[in-house]
């Protein structure tokens, strides 16, 4: 490549990077988005996006080629005056914080990178991974401006918030918020400023914030169904006309790539005494184990076919990434004669047609509640029905 970009974003095809880079490059800059996965590349680069985000397709054949360009080559990042990162937030097998992950990837890069370069961390990090990073850049005698800007979209609804919510800056220092500020003014002029540490732990609070929200309905919606009591009617009465239960959120499965992980590594922070956490992840991590118990005491499952409608950690999105509809598959598959599950949108060989589920399933449970199961009918008088969700509107009593 022989020209220079404005912006490149390393992990540029994944579901942070690529969102990202194709509404900066609608908003008039130069995007080079680098990545090594080969069957991305080969997609993106055709035009297609590899997952669910509203609205991303049509804006990446209006900018391809354009605007937007792809390399696998970190090479190119000297062509670059903005440097974003996007990697998997960085923890091992037991989602413990991995710094070395972030050592790798620079050693990787340091020969690519001078005193000209900014470099944004988009990724959710372990609180102090940003100090860590300077202090590991400034010891391979690079002083380069550093920020952290958390990314804090909705899976598919990127394009549109990445626009509509305001963007965090966490910055050593004048210099690098401001060059940080006037990136970002392509997007928003909403912009707060903090210290690294500071925008680091906003970051985790937001989802751990949701996480434990989550929990405390599920928690609720499980005593309820315990003592035979439909949840919604308790649910709706307690909201209607009373605004001090607004943020009274439905029970449902709370899972994906962030939320759990988030609390994982904010209760490793705080020395594993975030004991608030720790029940929210046993209460949202252990409702698919309660759904499989309330079944057992009422059903003999080693007879019952069950079907799980819905794969996606939530609806209407394709990523399946620590979903708790495997888990319940999972759980299943031991305690019933058969499993079977379906979705239109989730990859995976071992899934059947939605019609096949239905019909073969003797127990049907609403994993991710899709807009395209609304119109779903199923016969009551011949089937059980869980709906943890209430997306029927019948309850979620069962």
Known sequence: MDKSYDICIVGGLGHIGLPMGITMAKAGKSVLLIDINPEAIKTVSCGKVPFMEAGAEE?????????????????????????????????DEHLNPQFTIFKKLFLTLMDNITDTHHIILRST???????????????????IALTFCPERIAEGKALEELSSLPQIIGAFDDKSFNEASAFFNALTTDIIRLTPLEAELTKLFTNVWRYILFSISNQFYQVATQNNVDFYKVYNAAVHHYPRMAGFAKAG????????KDTMQLAAFSNNEFFLGHAAMLINEGLPNFIVKRLKDKYNLKEKRVGIIGMAFKGDIDDERESLSYKLKKILEFEAKEVLCTDP??????????????????????????????????????????????????????
């Open 59 to 91: 804006t990446l054949k209006e900018v391809l080629n354009k605007t937007l360009f792809i390399s696998n080559n970190n090479s190119d990042i000297r062509l670059c005056k903005f440097v974003v990162i996007v990697i998997g937030t960085p923890v």
């Open 125 to 143: 990090v372990y609180p102090g991974t940003t100090e860590r990073i300077r202090d590991f850049l400034h010891s391979h005698g690079k002083r």
């Open 253 to 260: 499965f709370a899972a994906g790539p962030c939320l759990f």
């Open 345 to 398: 949108y989730v990859r995976d060989d071992r899934l059947v047609p939605l019609s096949e589920c239905i019909e073969a399933s003797d127990i049907l449970i609403l994993g991710a509640p899709h807009s395209c199961y609304k119109g779903l009918t199923i016969d009551k008088t011949s089937k059980v029905l869980v709906d943890i969700w209430n997306f029927y509107g019948e309850g979620g009593y069962f």
